[in-house]
């Protein structure tokens, strides 16, 4: 089959190389997907630049990349239902401490980790659910149901934060969003009911005035940036559900006022949510999608063949929607 691999960590045009490996068998409750689309994100980008720290090199010889996906049930192993196969499918976890990922015609992989497809919502979509979208309704709905709060959503404008925004909306929250100036037509229509620009200096009183009784829950994409912000903004016992923090991965807290105002700290890594966790937000998504209340955002399509410059694509300052190769 054809796929993408790399066993070396490095720019993406140096290592990553389109070639011919050997398909996969589905093994004892497995499910061998063919893939149309391979959904790109950020952490991909990263883990085959090297980026965590103390890693060195890669964890298996080669890898094929990329851990979100969609496509059709083509074989099953022992122990998973024949009736799957001809299934349209979006995939988790693709990649997440395995060798290959969804950068390929086929993947194999646990048949829990290929999720039937509401009927009607497009393959492409699909490739859009595992890291966006996923990590969309945890930070939204991790701490239950939203109807009545205020949130806050930190870049809305980004495939996450997009999809958090017409999530928390769909969910009956009142929501301020936060993206740069071009950015906020698209932020204003995908539900959110004051916009403001994240590099106003008045930011925080912005958001006061558009809450003074305080944010309940506060979707996060740069904590380190934020926690001064997030001290003055949110309401006494709130929660910050933050999900990254790229440009400050060690922030100094402002611990005085997090301690009297009793916020809670909730950040989510998605690779690892509980099972039981995984299949309620799994939930979420199929009901925002079959209402028409969810339509994650497509900026970009590449040939497998240009998987460096998909990657490239989505470490794009001011990136507008999902990055996705079409297999």
Same mark, same amino acid.
């Given at each position: 089959?054809?796929?993408?691999?790399y066993d070396?960590?490095?720019?993406a045009?140096?290592v990553?190389a389109?070639?011919e490996i050997e398909?996969?068998?589905? &093994?004892?409750?497995e499910?061998?997907v063919?893939?149309?689309?391979?959904?790109?994100?950020?952490s991909?980008?990263?883990?085959?630049?090297g980026?965590?720290?103390?890693v060195?090199k890669?964890?298996?010889p080669q890898?094929?990349?990329h851990?979100?996906g969609?496509?059709?049930?083509?074989?099953?192993?022992?122990?998973?239902?024949?009736?799957?196969?001809?299934?349209?499918?979006?995939i988790w976890?693709g990649?997440?401490?395995?060798?290959?990922?969804?950068?390929a015609?086929?993947?194999?992989?646990?048949?829990e980790?290929?999720?039937?497809?509401?009927?009607?919502v497009?393959?492409e979509?699909?490739a859009?659910?595992?890291?966006p979208?996923?990590?969309?309704a945890q930070v939204?709905?991790g701490?239950?149901?939203v109807?009545?709060?205020?949130?806050?959503v930190a870049?809305?404008?980004?495939?996450?934060g997009h999809?958090?925004?017409?999530l928390?909306?769909? &969910?009956?929250?009142?929501v301020?969003a936060t993206?740069?100036?071009?950015?906020? /037509?698209?932020?204003?229509d995908?539900?959110? /009911?004051?916009v403001?620009?994240y590099a106003d200096?008045?930011?925080a009183?912005?958001?006061?005035g558009?809450?003074?009784?305080g944010?309940?829950r506060a979707?996060?994409?740069?904590?380190?940036?934020?926690v /001064?912000?997030?001290?003055?903004?949110?309401?006494?016992l709130?929660?910050i559900?933050?999900?990254g923090?790229?440009?400050?991965?060690?922030?100094?807290?402002?611990?005085?006022?997090y301690l009297?105002?009793?916020l809670?700290i909730?950040?989510?890594?998605?690779?690892?949510?509980p099972?039981?966790?995984?299949?309620?937000?799994i939930?979420?998504?199929?009901?925002a999608l079959?209402? &028409?209340?969810?339509a994650?955002e497509i900026?970009?399509?590449?040939?497998l &063949?240009d998987?460096?410059k998909?990657?490239e694509?989505?470490?794009?300052?001011g990136?507008?929607g999902?990055?996705?190769?079409?297999?």
């Open positions: 089959m054809r796929a993408i691999t070396s960590f490095g720019p045009s140096e990553l389109l070639g398909a996969p068998a589905p &093994g004892a409750g499910v061998l063919r893939l149309a689309y391979s959904g790109v994100n950020p991909d980008a990263k883990a085959r630049a980026a965590r720290p103390g060195t890669p964890a298996f890898v094929v990349p851990s979100d969609a496509g059709v049930i083509e074989a099953v192993g022992a122990d998973v239902d024949a009736g799957r196969i001809g299934e349209r499918v979006w976890n990649q997440w401490q395995r060798a290959f990922g969804t950068a015609e086929y993947i194999a992989l646990p048949a980790q290929a999720v039937a497809l509401p009927g009607g497009p393959l979509v699909g859009t659910l595992g890291i979208g996923l990590t969309a939204v709905f701490g239950g149901d109807a009545g709060q205020t949130l806050l870049g809305g404008a980004g495939a996450v999809n958090a925004v017409q928390a909306k769909a &969910g009956g929250a009142r301020i993206c740069s100036p071009k950015a906020m /037509d698209r932020v204003r995908a539900g959110a /009911d004051h403001f620009d200096p008045e930011l009183a912005q958001v006061t558009a809450a003074p009784e944010v309940a979707v996060e994409v740069e904590f380190g940036a934020n /001064d912000l997030l001290a003055e903004v949110m309401a006494p709130g929660t559900a933050a999900y923090s790229g440009k400050e991965m060690a922030p100094t807290l402002p611990f005085g006022p009297f105002k009793a809670k909730d950040i989510t890594l998605i690779y690892i949510l099972p039981a966790q995984r299949q309620a937000m939930a979420r998504l199929h009901e079959a209402s &028409g209340a969810l994650p900026g970009a399509r590449f040939t &063949g998987c460096a998909a990657q694509a989505v470490m794009a300052p990136r507008t999902a990055v996705l190769l079409e297999v």
